[in-house]
């Protein structure tokens, strides 16, 4: 009785090996470091289970910002990051944590504020100039203060435009998080906030927030890709970190960026190089 349960246990367990083992063996996932804006703007989901579809492979993102999303690249803990702050991008491939980076797509930064503008701003082009205004006038300000790539382009704006800031400021507000929920800030506060375009278009929470000033050149937002150095993290899963950067960068994967929009309006524009 004994040995025969033994033999049905054991036909069960080789079974259900036989079963689940293909299955398993087709299981092929990613991580991907990138930015709350690629995440909260919906493209990430729009975009991946297509890419899922086509090849099989599962993107994990993991969304911070750029300078988060790079030290977790920098830890071997993605496979791949895709962020918005082209210096940073270049320093991490010069020390060694990628070989290659590979630009994606572009949009642009805007500059949100109330209706009500008490720094009058409305309607300007010139970033450094706006920012001038709004030092002058100590408007409310909301940073992300959280080392992103939006929050490396609002502190060379600052400096630009000769303004030294810092949290002691009373009209200069850091949050520390994404750009999200300093939307939402900026929104409860009646405050003045730089934000990517693709982020403020499906952000719901407005209030009294309106676009004030865009279309400076210094505005341009560009988004890279980069896989991390399998040299240096062994583990790093080379074959599918490059299967997304290719197909990302493919015709395919370039026109579905492209289709991407909210209310009949493009978020990204492609520009990855042929």
């Given at each position: 009785m004994k040995s025969t349960i033994t033999r049905i246990l054991l036909s069960a367990v080789t079974a259900l090996t036989l079963l689940s083992g293909p299955v398993f063996a087709q299981e092929k996932s990613i991580v991907v470091s990138s930015t709350t804006s690629t995440e909260q703007s919906g493209l990430f989901g729009f975009i991946l289970p297509?890419?899922?579809?086509?090849t099989g492979i599962e993107v994990k993102v993991v969304a911070v910002g750029t300078g988060q999303a790079l030290d977790i690249g920098r830890r071997g803990d993605a496979d791949v990051v895709f962020v918005h702050d082209k210096p940073a991008e270049e320093k991490f491939v010069a020390e060694g944590y990628a070989?290659?980076?590979?630009?994606v797509m572009y949009n642009d930064f805007v500059l949100i504020g109330?209706?009500?503008d008490p720094a009058k701003i409305a309607g300007g082009r010139d970033i450094k100039a706006a920012f001038q205004k709004i030092a002058t006038a100590q408007a409310p300000f909301v940073s992300r203060g959280d080392k992103s790539g939006t929050h490396a382009a609002e502190?060379?704006?600052?400096?630009?435009s000769g303004v030294a800031v810092a949290p002691t400021l009373t009209w200069y507000k850091e949050?520390?998080?994404?750009?999200?929920?300093?939307?939402?800030?900026?929104?409860?506060?009646?405050?003045?906030?730089?934000?990517?375009?693709?982020?403020?278009l499906s952000f719901k929470n407005r209030g009294d927030?309106?676009?004030?000033?865009q279309g400076d050149p210094k505005l341009f937002n560009q988004y890279g890709v980069m896989l991390v150095n399998p040299?240096?993290?062994?583990?790093?899963k080379k074959a599918e970190g490059q299967a997304f950067i290719d197909w990302i960068t493919s015709k395919n994967g370039q026109d579905v960026i492209a289709s991407y929009q909210i209310g009949g309006e493009q978020l990204f524009f492609p520009n990855a190089r042929k």
């Amino acid at each position: 009785m004994k040995s025969t349960i033994t033999r049905i246990l054991l036909s069960a367990v080789t079974a259900l090996t036989l079963l689940s083992g293909p299955v398993f063996a087709q299981e092929k996932s990613i991580v991907v470091s990138s930015t709350t804006s690629t995440e909260q703007s919906g493209l990430f989901g729009f975009i991946l289970p297509i890419f899922k579809m086509k090849t099989g492979i599962e993107v994990k993102v993991v969304a911070v910002g750029t300078g988060q999303a790079l030290d977790i690249g920098r830890r071997g803990d993605a496979d791949v990051v895709f962020v918005h702050d082209k210096p940073a991008e270049e320093k991490f491939v010069a020390e060694g944590y990628a070989t290659k980076r590979v630009e994606v797509m572009y949009n642009d930064f805007v500059l949100i504020g109330p209706k009500s503008d008490p720094a009058k701003i409305a309607g300007g082009r010139d970033i450094k100039a706006a920012f001038q205004k709004i030092a002058t006038a100590q408007a409310p300000f909301v940073s992300r203060g959280d080392k992103s790539g939006t929050h490396a382009a609002e502190l060379r704006y600052w400096k630009d435009s000769g303004v030294a800031v810092a949290p002691t400021l009373t009209w200069y507000k850091e949050t520390g998080s994404g750009m999200g929920p300093a939307l939402n800030t900026a929104s409860a506060m009646n405050g003045y906030i730089l934000a990517d375009r693709a982020t403020w278009l499906s952000f719901k929470n407005r209030g009294d927030l309106v676009i004030l000033v865009q279309g400076d050149p210094k505005l341009f937002n560009q988004y890279g890709v980069m896989l991390v150095n399998p040299a240096k993290f062994p583990h790093v899963k080379k074959a599918e970190g490059q299967a997304f950067i290719d197909w990302i960068t493919s015709k395919n994967g370039q026109d579905v960026i492209a289709s991407y929009q909210i209310g009949g309006e493009q978020l990204f524009f492609p520009n990855a190089r042929k």
